[in-house]
């Protein structure tokens, strides 16, 4: 049985335990790769976009991200979403991860990347139903809004903590 919308497909999925042979369902949900892009301007902040999620009811602040159209790499889909969302484009880019955002559950990939250098472009170019204010801010005060409690987008969050990694790994290359 599938029910197919916009963002994802519900699928049932009957399997058979390898341990005990008894039959149970899964409901998966098929959706495209998701991309979050971790952006810094020229003087280090981090470029977040604060907007209401609907599911929560709620405004959150997260970094830019999106779906991956299909056929565009990922790359092209996280260069795509930082611009739209923010108006920022250019620096330099690389992939910092990718995560399974919920393996029991999701079938697809969050791909995760680090923009260092972002400039504005020009005004960001929302889609009808986005509702989104650009903020900078420097990394020390994101860390703190994570472990505040005021950064709760779980992918938002576990893309942080690659970057942390990342800086942390370049810390330790350069003493």
Known sequence: MESEYSIFTVRRDTCVSPRTGAEHDFIVLESPDWVSVVATAADGRLVLVRQYRHGLGDVTLEIPGGLVDKGDAPEKAARKELREETGY??????????????????????????????????PPELDAGEDITVELHPVDEVRRMVAGGE????????????????LRTREERAT
């Open 151 to 166: 950064i709760v987008h779980a992918q938002v969050v576990a893309a942080l903590s690659l970057h942390d990694a990342h």
């Open 89 to 122: 484009g250019g620096g330099h880019w690389r992939v910092l991860g990718r995560l399974a955002p919920l393996p029991p559950v999701f079938t697809n990939w969050l791909h995760v990347f680090l923009a260092t250098g972002v400039v504005p472009l020009g």
